[in-house]
């Protein structure tokens, strides 16, 4: 079976539809919604496979279908799909791991009253994701990335009655969209620059030798090459998504929603897209490496970034004491990692260690909600212990995934990504600083996982909720077991001594493998690290175990400050929101001040100035103008008062009146003389 | 096509005959409305499915009106306006489906409504200045009668404040307007002629009449610092009108900058275009963090609206065929998501809860209250901050690569802006209908106990009415179809931009 | 003192006009004010018959038509006094005079 590129916008657009049935699906039809869902992602991963038979038919190819959306003026927006083997692969692996915890969720969420909403969510995530992963063009890849962002906040948010929830699921939007403003700018450059987002495009795209000759051959501010600023702007957007440092404050708060979410969302995909997308985009990364002195690779910045994050993720996971908060600083950690592959110039090592990771990761995290349900949603570390007995198969698929995780040799998936990683940045010339902090984390690694597995399953339980306890049905189970079953088997296709997928990714026809004894000195010294970090965790947690939910932690009692400053997650929650959000607020508060008062006031006091000149011009109207006027009808009037008085009705008067002008008007003639 | 003129006529025929017939039954009234309304709307549409895109404008109606003057009434219409044209029938079809429960008066109310309606289609179509001011004068009045006697907090100031802005405006545009007449001499108010004219004039006189006309027409426009009689005049005015004035008349000013003020005067737009596009972006920072801090659920809404028209001016400004073309993408986008926002806060939350406080909002949780309308805000939020999908994305998108083309400073600037707007949609999503339902319990328990008519009962809002349905629904189905195919709209507008008078502009005035 | 018939006349109808008007001024009932008013009507009217008569031309009838006209005039004068003096009395049930002043000013 195969498929073709034109008919890859399946993939997502299978979800998509789910999604739609899921929001029309009245709240009772759950059977429908979530049938619709897993059928959808059950038969998007058939034509993933069918799309990476095609694929892993020409590896070298970039099978790319385009279209245009809009007309601007000056040339189309155009979009379209892309078929090479790191679509691919990760179409695979994100609908595999997607149906398994779509799966998983059946039985997690089945309690909840939003169960048909809470599927329509996960297959619109899906089919952004999916979009992410299939697109041929900045812009398409750009607008799933919104979306997906956005998806991964209807979800964060999925209980918004409580607060924090709420709350984590703005700060996760509102922190990946500072780094996706990144990713805007660099696409709206981008565009400016070459004249199209397209990736491939028969030798016209961006990631295509012309595009980048031209990129790179121009120079912007600082001395910096067009291609290295475009690179780290693009980048940004992949610090947000993937919770690098400095955006990474986002991810730990996002698990606040439901664990099957932070599973598939902050752990196996989304996260990982932003590794992704600098995978992608590696050839604009790298096209820099090409000149003689300039003053700053785009790369060198990924692999800085990385090292520090894969280092303070970890380190902050050692002191942390719920369980998915943990996983979550370990998914910061191990973004970093994979980060300073992509920096250190191996992206097939960064892509390797993502799929592993994504199995393993997803392992653990639904292993944790396992753990959650069982619990009565108690996830606090403290709270919980000696679950290795009542939950057999949680117990043990976590294991395997915390074995994997940690890079137990030989056997787990983990320990081969992970070694393709330390390789890359051992060989790396530029410095070796990203390589001993790739070692730190090993070995901090080892020890958090440690630290957690002892005080969730070993002991006794220290809680009612952790007492009662008991292992979840099977169709929670089940998608455990097959992870574990990947995280231990997808390791075989990457090993050094035959590099299977590595070589895939490249586009290389023929696998070229090598005996494991080449560099082995490097492979026996991380064995050793893994070794001492799991040693020293058991040494501290394992062999006296926790007793009460109060007691202190026993590295808090040796090293109170460095536990505290770790367990407070170096502040960066209090920095930010002392100085971004004060100031952000303080600029807001002034500018609505300025508003209300000064605009607004501005426009109160020419009234009021109206309003005055008016007044004065009616009193001057009142005294001068109209005096005389008023003072000749008052007279008129007073006089017409005077006459009616004279009016009396009195009939007798008139007589009188009339008589007496009678006697006049006699006496008159008379003394007149008749004439 | 030649049916357009008729959008004008039936709107005013329509108030008139609204005023007349309806003075009995409110019924009457209502379905009157909403049938002079809905018939200007399929017009519009009729004539934008028939619209043979060419550049330049294509005479509709051409008689001499004061031939002492040289005015004439000259109608015409191209890609621009009929984009404008469609929004306006849409607008103004919701905002009668919105006004639906309007009890007192209402004969008159929608005789104002579709007064205004048919002046605001008046200036979309008209091609001479003295006919394009008198529309324009017309589409003020009802205004402020709409707010004054049918609106809500504060009316009088609010309505008196926009009234006093927009004659303002239209002073200094008519001022300008009659400069440029006298200067020109050739006895002729058509904007072909006076463009034609304008090119000999001095530069200084050029610098003039644009500054005049361009701020005329920017405070309607909502231009930082002129923007303060948008959030008050939004606040105090009735739903429909504030649908009205954020979706249509603040266009107005827009087109008017854009129609009379850039093909005129090249040289101006020339000299002017930095200090506009700084005006708008900071009208987008700055409004977009004016709402973040609000707490008046309707001043949020207004306050984003001027954010949104900040990004308009900035395409307008930029001044190149992508940024233009992209302003007026974004002036219809904007028109729909604004209409659909008030709508859900005016109409369908404070007519039932009879409260804007955020605060107060907070503790109804109105998603279980009313889904619908919970809904339909997070979708209008989504689209207002410029998720892909909707149709604000290809038009933010498009301005910010136009502008980017011109300054790239200004176009980081504004893209920080989209940061901004969904700072505060969160928010507002948030705080409105995501309430904690700690209050739903005190409800449900105050209902329990104080029967059906106690206080604080919100358990039996009057259920979303079907006008209020069928006006949402086609909101969004504009905002979305738009949002996925911009092209029905963008192949309107580009050919319009290829007219001589748009080039000359676009150019920065040197031919 | 030498009297001749017209100073008769004129002396006569001096008196029963001043009788009229006394009447006219000092009576409360309105009917009989109307009768005064008839009175000094009558006096005029003697004169005139006196100055035709005993006047210096006799012209045949003058005199004689202008008082038929004049007693025409004030039958019907007369009679709308008396339809006044009704009027008055359904108003307030008497005829006095001095309460009949609702028209004053």
Redesign the interface.
């Known amino acids: 079976m195969s498929l073709s590129v034109q008919l890859l916008w399946l993939i997502p657009a299978l979800p998509l539809l789910a999604a739609g049935i899921g929001a029309l699906t009245p709240r009772r039809g759950r059977g429908l919604a979530a049938g619709a869902a897993i059928g959808a992602m059950g038969i998007a991963f058939l034509l993933s496979c069918g799309a990476l038979t095609t694929a892993l038919a020409h590896p070298a190819a970039h099978a790319a279908h385009n279209f245009a959306w809009f007309d601007l003026g000056l040339g189309a927006l155009r979009l379209g799909w892309l078929l090479d083997p790191l679509t691919a692969f990760m179409c695979v692996m994100v609908t595999f791991v997607g149906l398994l915890i779509f799966i998983f969720s059946v039985g997690y969420m089945h309690e909840d009253a939003n169960f048909t909403r809470f599927f329509c969510f996960l297959s619109l995530f899906a089919a952004a994701m999916l979009g992410l992963l299939v697109a041929n063009s900045l812009l398409l890849l750009f607008i799933c990335w919104e979306l997906v962002g956005l998806a991964s906040y209807l979800l964060i948010g999925f209980w918004f009655h409580k607060p924090a929830a709420a709350a984590a699921a703005k700060k996760a939007f509102i922190t990946t969209r500072i780094g996706d403003l990144g990713l805007l700018l660099g696409m709206l450059w981008l565009y400016d620059s070459t004249g199209s987002l397209l990736f491939y495009d028969g030798g016209a795209g961006v990631l295509e030798p012309n595009a980048l000759g031209s990129l790179v051959a121009q120079t912007t501010v600082g001395g910096l090459a067009v291609s290295t600023a475009i690179g780290l702007l693009i980048f940004c957007g992949a610090i947000g998504k993937s919770g690098q440092f400095p955006l990474h404050v986002w991810l730990p708060d996002a698990m606040e929603g439901p664990t099957p979410v932070s599973a598939l969302i902050h752990a196996a995909t989304m996260v990982a897209a932003g590794v992704f997308l600098i995978a992608r985009v590696y050839p604009l990364m790298a096209v820099d490496q090409l000149l003689a002195a300039p003053p700053l690779h785009a790369l060198t910045v990924v692999a800085t970034i990385g090292a520090i994050t894969a280092l303070m993720g970890a380190l902050i996971g050692v002191a942390q004491s719920d369980i998915k908060r943990i996983l979550a600083f370990s998914t910061v950690s191990q973004l970093g990692y994979m980060m300073l592959a992509l920096g250190v110039g191996s992206w097939v090592a960064a892509i390797f260690h993502l799929l592993t990771h994504a199995f393993f990761k997803a392992l653990l995290f639904l292993g944790a909600g396992s753990v959650i349900h069982a619990a009565h949603h108690e996830q606090d570390i403290r709270q919980l212990g000696g679950l290795r007995g009542p939950m057999r198969t949680t117990f043990a698929t976590f294991a395997i995934g915390t074995m994997a995780l940690t890079g137990v040799p030989f056997l787990f998936s983990g320990f081969w990504s992970k070694e393709g990683i330390l390789h890359a940045a051992h060989e790396w010339d530029v410095s070796h600083l990203p390589f001993y902090a790739g070692l730190a984390a090993v070995v901090l690694t080892a020890f958090y996982m440690t630290r957690l597995v002892a005080e969730t399953f070993y002991g006794s339980a220290r809680s009612d909720s952790a007492s009662h306890a008991h292992e979840n049905p099977s169709v929670m189970t089940l998608p455990l077991v097959i992870l574990a079953v990947c995280a231990i088997a997808l390791g075989f296709l990457g090993t050094p001594v035959w590099p299977w997928l590595q070589a895939r990714l490249l586009g290389q026809e023929e696998v070229h493998g090598h005996s494991l004894l080449e560099g082995g000195g490097l492979m026996i010294l991380s064995i050793f690290l893994v070794a001492l970090g799991l040693g020293v965790g058991w040494a501290i947690y394992g062999r006296k175990l926790r007793v009460s939910a109060a007691a202190p932690d026993p590295l808090e009692t040796a090293l109170p400050p460095v536990f505290a400053t770790l367990r407070a997650k170096f502040g960066f929650d209090e920095l930010y929101a002392a100085t971004v959000g004060r100031l952000n607020n303080a600029i807001a508060v002034v500018a609505d001040l300025l508003d209300r008062y000064v605009w607004d006031g501005a426009i109160r006091f020419l009234a009021v100035l109206g309003e005055f000149v008016g007044v004065v011009s009616r009193e001057t109207d009142g005294d001068a103008l109209n005096g005389g006027f008023n003072a000749t009808s008052e007279s008129l009037r007073d006089g017409g008062k005077a006459y009616s008085r004279a009016q009396t009705g009195e009939a007798h008067g008139y007589l009188r009146v009339i008589a007496i002008g009678f006697v006049l008007l006699v006496l008159a003639v008379m003394l007149g003389g008749g004439r | 096509m030649n049916l357009l003129p008729w959008t004008i006529y039936l709107s005013l025929g329509g108030a008139l005959l609204v005023l007349v017939a309806g003075a009995r039954s409110a019924a009457t009234a209502r379905w009157l409305a909403l049938a002079s309304a809905t018939a200007g709307w399929v017009i519009a549409l009729l004539a934008a499915q028939d619209f043979n895109p060419g550049p330049g404008l294509q005479t509709l109606v051409d008689v001499p009106w004061i031939p002492e003057m040289g005015v004439r009434y000259h109608l015409a219409a191209d890609g621009i306006s009929l984009t404008l044209i469609v929004l306006t029938g849409l607008a103004a079809t919701a905002g009668i489906l919105f006004s639906w429960n309007i009890e007192e008066r209402t004969n008159e109310f929608f005789a104002l409504f579709l007064t205004l309606i048919g002046g605001v289609y008046g200036v979309f179509l008209s091609s001479d200045a003295f006919v394009f001011f008198v529309f324009y004068e017309i589409a003020i009045v009802p205004k402020y009668f709409l707010i004054a006697n049918w609106g809500s907090t504060n009316r009088e100031y609010g309505a008196m404040k926009l009234v006093l802005y927009s004659f303002a405006g239209s002073a200094l545009v008519l001022a300008g307007v009659i400069w440029a007449y006298a200067t020109a001499g050739s006895h002729s108010f058509a904007l072909g002629d006076l463009a034609s004219a304008a090119v000999n004039f001095s530069r200084g006189q050029q610098l003039g009449m644009f500054a005049l006309i361009f701020l005329g027409f920017a405070v309607l426009a909502g231009m930082f610092p002129f923007h303060t009689w948008a959030p008050t005049g939004h606040v105090a005015a009735p739903t429909a009108a504030s649908m009205l004035l954020a979706g249509v008349v603040m266009k107005l000013g827009a087109y008017g900058c854009l129609r009379v003020a850039m093909p005129l005067f090249p040289v101006g737009l020339a000299y002017w275009q930095p200090f506009i596009a700084w005006l708008a972006i900071i009208g987008i920072i700055y409004a977009g963090l004016i709402a973040l801090v609000q707490d008046d659920f309707k001043f949020v809404i207004g306050y984003s609206s001027v954010s949104h028209m900040g990004f308009v001016l900035l395409g307008l400004a930029a001044a190149n065929a992508q940024a233009v073309s992209g302003a007026v993408l974004q002036m219809f986008s904007h028109g729909v998501i604004a209409g659909l926002l008030f709508a859900v806060v005016g109409r369908m939350v404070y007519e039932r809860t009879h409260t804007r406080k955020l605060a107060d909002l907070r503790r109804m949780p109105l998603h279980k209250l009313m889904p619908f309308a919970a809904l339909t805000f997070v979708l209008a939020g989504l689209a207002s901050m410029g998720m892909p999908g909707f149709s604000g994305f290809p038009a933010e998108l498009t301005i910010l690569i136009g502008t980017w083309k011109v300054s790239p400073l200004w176009a980081t600037f504004a893209a920080a802006g989209v940061l901004v707007a969904a700072a505060f949609t969160l928010r507002v999503i948030q705080v409105s209908f995501f309430g904690t339902t700690e209050g739903l319990r005190a409800v449900s328990h105050e209902v329990h106990h104080a029967g059906h008519d106690g206080p604080g009962d919100h358990s039996h809002f009057v259920p979303i009415t079907w006008p209020e349905r069928t006006g949402a629904l086609l909101l969004i189905a504009a905002t979305v179809y738009v949002g996925l195919k911009p092209d029905v709209l963008l192949n309107l507008i580009g050919p319009a931009l290829q007219s001589p008078l748009f080039q000359a502009a676009l150019k920065g005035g040197t031919p | 003192m030498n009297l001749d018939p017209l100073h008769l006349c004129l002396i006569f109808s001096s008196a029963l006009f001043c009788i009229g008007?006394i009447g006219?001024?000092a009576r409360?009932n309105?009917i009989l004010?109307l009768l005064g008013i008839e009175l000094m009507l009558n006096a005029a009217n003697l004169n005139f018959i006196a100055f035709w008569r005993y006047g210096p031309s006799p012209v045949p009838a003058t005199g004689v038509l202008f008082v038929l006209f004049s007693i025409a005039v004030a039958a019907a004068e007369a009679a709308v006094g008396l339809a006044l003096v009704i009027a008055i009395y359904r108003h307030q049930k008497n005829v006095r005079?001095?309460e009949?002043?609702?028209?004053?000013?």
Not at chain 3, 100 to 105: R, T
Request: net charge positive; proline share 0%.
């Open positions: 008007l006219t001024l409360s309105t004010v005079l001095q009949a002043n609702h028209l004053k000013g």
